[in-house]
Structure formats: structure tokens, C-alpha cells
């Protein structure tokens, strides 16, 4: 779990992050979402001490981050996985050496033990096989997998996805939110994502907080953000006409089960 408290971040005059609040949920997938310059970026930047909050508490499973030295910090990072928007591989290294680069960097174990380790995570993420490979070799979506394959190579607890699916296709994309929910799930992971991508939001939004301005205008899940009456949320979420008849579409699906669960209810009573 990570806990955000009064998090206050500007640069100069102008306020990015204005008093903002949440708790990214274990075993959850944890979206940050809201249009460019809503804060959003920089507020996961400031949970993974990219940048500095001006005030405000930062909290790892009841570890204060905003308090801890850089040595105290760099234990805690070796917790944390990290994929990135354009999956930042090393164009000069095989797939199995950039999976490698963090057991290099922050372990002593013999290289054997680490191959192992390597193999395993490769072939978690359906990449067995493709270790000689180097990143120009390979598709986006392998190169997206690669990526979370490396995040998750040291166990961490925390993982954080910066538009996991940015430039992938629409099938892709499906792939890559369902690997990272899996994975989420089986190792009980706290999962922050910072996502425009509309499809990850309804797939596998757990726990969703929309920034607005710097400000945490919502905060809900996937079920919750259906019924959404907040103006600007739904002005985001559903800007097209297309969307907003699969909205409408979905809200009486679901009402419509709750008739019949309702229904079902009377029955045994």
C-alpha cells in the first residue's frame, strides 16, 4: 500500500499538485488518469522521488519516503518495478541483458542464479526463447513485455506503469493490461498506472483517481465511473459520442442485472 497525504508540488509560481490525497491499494491496479497538464504525471513522479513534494507525506506501507535519506530510498527502490512509456530498453543489449540489468545493479548473485531468474520472468510474460533477440529485432508489444519482464525481475512490491500502452494497437493494448492485472493479482502487487487509454480504465481500473487541474476531482472504480455524475469526469471519459453509447449501453446492462439479482432475491425469500 501507498499512502499520498496533502501532497503539494509547483514549479515556480505555477501549482501542479494542489492538496492531494489517496492510497494505492495492494493487489489493485491503482489509475491515474485526467487530460495533459492535470497533475497526473507529476504526481506519480513525486511517489517514486523523481521530484520533490513542497509539502506533504509520501508512505510505503507505513514507511515515511518523504523523510528517508538516499541511502534509506535506495533499499526501498529496490522494491519498486518500473515500466516505461517507450519501454527504455537498451538498443545495445540482448532482451536477456536488459532483463538482467537491475539483478546486475542491485544484486550479487552468481550468474547462474540470475539466467534462472531471467528465464522465469521471461517466460511469465510468454517470451521463452527470446533471449539473444535485441530490441530492434522485436515488435512494440514485445519490446512493452521485455519491459514489464525487467520491472518485475527483482519481486517487488510496487509497480509503476507510465502509459503502458501508449503506441501499441487496440489488440495489443488488451494483451498488456491483461498481463499486468495477472501479474498485480498473482504476486500482490501495488500497481500504479498513469494511463489515458480508455480500455485500461474499464478492463482493469480497481482503483481509479481522475486529477483535474492539480486537484483529485474523482476517485472510483471501473462499476463506479459508469454512474458517474462529476461533469468533467464524464466529459473526459466519454468525449465521444461513440463512448458515450457504450455508456449507455453498459448502465442498463447493469441495471438490468441488479433488476434481476433484485428479482432473484424476492424469489427465495
Not at 154 to 175: K, M, V, W
Amino acid at each position: 500500500m501507498i499512502e499520498v497525504k496533502n501532497i503539494k508540488k509547483g514549479f515556480g509560481d505555477k501549482i501542479v499538485i494542489d492538496d492531494v490525497s489517496a492510497v494505492m491499494e495492494t493487489g489493485k491496479c491503482n489509475l491515474i488518469i485526467g487530460t495533459s497538464g492535470s497533475g497526473k504525471t507529476v504526481l506519480m513522479k513525486c511517489m517514486v522521488g523523481l521530484f520533490e513534494p513542497d509539502s506533504g507525506e509520501i508512505a510505503y506501507s507505513g514507511q515515511n519516503f518523504t523523510e528517508m535519506n538516499e541511502e534509506q530510498r535506495k533499499d526501498l527502490r529496490q522494491q519498486i518495478g518500473m515500466l516505461f512509456q517507450g519501454s527504455a530498453l537498451f538498443d545495445s543489449m540482448t532482451v536477456e541483458q536488459n532483463v538482467m540489468f537491475p539483478l546486475d545493479m542491485f544484486t550479487k548473485k552468481p550468474y547462474s542464479e540470475k539466467l534462472k531468474r531471467v528465464n522465469e520472468v521471461l517466460d511469465r510474460v510468454n517470451l521463452k526463447d527470446s533471449n539473444s533477440k535485441f530490441p530492434a529485432e522485436i515488435s512494440g508489444g514485445m519490446k512493452k513485455r521485455v519491459g514489464i519482464a525487467r520491472a518485475i525481475v527483482l519481486n517487488p512490491r510496487y509497480l509503476f506503469c507510465d502509459e503502458p500502452n501508449s503506441g501499441l494497437d487496440p489488440q495489443t493494448s488488451l494483451l498488456i493490461d491483461k498481463l499486468i492485472y495477472e501479474i498485480t493479482q498473482e504476486y500482490n502487487i501495488t500497481t500504479i498506472i498513469n494511463t489515458h487509454d480508455m480500455n485500461s480504465v474499464m478492463e482493469i481500473g480497481d482503483h481509479i483517481i481522475y486529477m483535474y487541474q492539480g486537484l483529485k476531482e474523482w476517485e472510483g472504480n471501473k462499476k463506479d465511473i459508469i454512474f458517474s455524475k462529476n461533469a468533467r469526469l464524464n466529459g473526459f471519459i466519454f468525449a465521444s459520442e461513440f463512448l458515450q453509447d457504450a455508456k449507455d449501453m453498459r448502465m442498463l446492462e447493469l441495471k438490468g442485472k441488479i433488476s434481476n439479482d433484485r428479482n432473484m432475491d424476492d424469489m427465495l425469500k
